[in-house]
C-alpha cells in the first residue's frame, strides 16, 4: 500500500492549491457556496494530477533507474509492476472526474482539466525532451489551475494573478532544472536529452531574470490604483516584503545548497519558506478580511 501510496503522490497535492487564490483573491474564502465547488474541483485536479504521476513513472521507468532520487519511485524500483501502475492511473482518472459529475460542476471546468491531463501526457511523451518549451509547459498548468478556480466561481481572473501565476511557476521549473543539470554535471548521467540544450550560466541567468520580473511585477500589482481600489487598502504593498524574501530563500536553496529538485519538499520542509508563505497568507487576510 505505502507503495502505491507513492506512486500517487500526495504530497505534490499541495500545488493544487493554486485552485483557491482566485476565491482568496476576491474577498470570498468564507462563502461556502463558493468554496464548496472550490474544494470539489481541488481534489479532481488532484485524482487527476495523480493519474499523470502514475503515466509518467511508468514511461520513464528506465531513465529514472539512472537518476539518484529517482530510482527509488516504485515502477522503477520494481516495487510496482507498469500493468499496476495503468490500474492506479485509472482509478485516478475515474475518481477525478467522477467528481466533476457527481457535485455537477461545470462543463467549462471539466474541459479545462481534461485539457490539463492531455497537455501533460503530452508533456511526459515529449515535450519534457525539448528545452524551454518544458518549463512553459509546467508553468502553463499553473495557469490552467487558477483558471479552473476562476471557472468554477464564475470569477474573473484579473491579468495580475495570471502573469503571477506563470512568472511564479516558471521561476520554480527553471530551478528545477538547474537541480537536473547539476545531478548531470555531477554524476555524467543524462536522465533527460534536454539537459544538453542547458547550462550552469543559461539557467542562473534565466533564474535572476523570472525571479526578478516576479516580483516586479508583484509590486505593480499592489501599487496599482485598480487593486487598491478594490481592496480599500494602501497598504498592499507590505505584503511584497514576504514575496521578496520567499524568492530570495528559493534562490539561496537553489544557488548555494543545491536543492531545488522538488519546490513541493522545500515547501512542506523549509520552515523560512513556510514562513514567509504564512505571513504573506496572514497579512493579506488582514488587510482583506479585517
Known amino acids: 500500500m505505502n507503495s502505491y501510496i507513492k506512486l500517487i503522490r500526495p504530497h505534490q497535492w499541495t500545488k493544487n492549491l493554486f485552485v483557491f487564490l482566485p476565491l482568496f483573491f476576491s474577498g470570498k474564502i468564507f462563502n461556502w457556496h463558493l468554496l464548496y465547488p472550490t474544494i470539489i474541483v481541488f481534489f479532481s485536479f488532484s485524482f487527476i494530477a495523480s493519474a499523470i504521476y502514475c503515466f509518467n513513472d511508468i514511461w520513464d521507468s528506465e531513465s529514472d533507474k539512472l537518476h539518484s532520487e529517482k530510482r527509488n519511485r516504485p515502477i522503477a524500483a520494481g516495487k510496482v509492476s507498469k500493468r499496476e501502475g495503468y490500474f492506479a ?3 485516478c482518472l475515474v475518481i477525478g472526474f467522477m467528481l466533476l459529475a457527481v457535485f455537477s460542476i461545470k462543463l467549462s471546468v471539466f474541459i479545462i482539466i481534461f485539457s490539463y491531463f492531455l497537455l501533460n501526457i503530452i508533456y511526459c511523451i515529449k515535450l ?6 518544458d518549463v512553459f509547459t509546467i508553468s502553463t498548468g499553473f495557469v490552467l489551475r487558477i483558471v479552473v478556480g476562476g471557472l468554477v466561481i464564475s470569477i474573473w481572473l484579473s491579468q495580475w494573478i495570471v502573469i503571477m ?4 511557476a516558471l521561476f520554480l521549473a527553471f530551478a528545477k532544472r ?6 548531470f554535471n555531477e554524476t555524467g548521467i543524462l536522465t533527460r536529452n534536454n539537459i544538453l540544450k542547458y547550462n550552469f550560466d543559461f539557467l542562473n541567468s534565466a533564474l535572476i531574470i523570472t525571479a526578478t520580473v516576479t516580483i516586479v511585477a508583484y509590486i505593480m500589482y499592489t501599487l496599482s490604483p485598480e487593486v487598491i481600489s478594490r481592496f480599500k487598502s494602501d497598504y498592499i504593498y507590505t505584503t511584497s516584503f514576504f514575496v521578496l524574501a520567499g524568492i530570495l530563500r528559493y534562490l539561496q536553496l537553489t544557488l548555494v545548497h543545491k536543492i531545488s529538485g522538488s519546490p513541493t519538499k522545500i515547501l512542506l520542509k523549509d520552515p523560512l519558506v513556510q514562513l514567509c508563505i504564512l505571513c504573506w497568507i496572514g497579512l493579506f487576510a488582514i488587510i482583506m478580511y479585517l
Open 178 to 183: 538547474r537541480d537536473d543539470f547539476v545531478i
Open 89 to 91: 492511473m485509472l482509478f
Open 165 to 168: 501565476t506563470f512568472l511564479l
Open 128 to 133: 519534457k525532451q525539448i528545452a524551454l518549451i
